[in-house]
């Protein structure tokens, strides 16, 4: 059976850049454009689920990509 990959997805209207996601990443993937809110590197992420889990704000989404 072929394994769902999984990848986050930001929301900006509900991010409020906190910065907490980009401290759980272990890859490094996101990173808070010009303070304002997260952008993941979807080249970098590995669908670990820390940043969504941690968010206070509920901005980050797992989106299964295959
Ligand atoms: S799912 Fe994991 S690897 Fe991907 S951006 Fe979130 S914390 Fe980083
Ligand atoms: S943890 Fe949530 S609210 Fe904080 S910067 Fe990341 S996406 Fe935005």
Do not use: H, W
Request: charged fraction near 25%.
């Amino acid at each position: 059976m072929k394994k769902i990959k999984r990848q986050a997805v930001s929301n900006k209207s509900e991010c409020v850049a906190c910065g907490v996601c980009a401290l759980e990443c272990k890859r490094q993937a996101i990173q808070i454009f010009k303070g304002c809110y997260a952008i993941v590197d979807t080249s970098l992420c590995v669908g670990c689920g820390m940043c969504e889990k941690n968010c206070p704000a509920g901005a980050i989404e797992m989106e299964v990509i295959e």
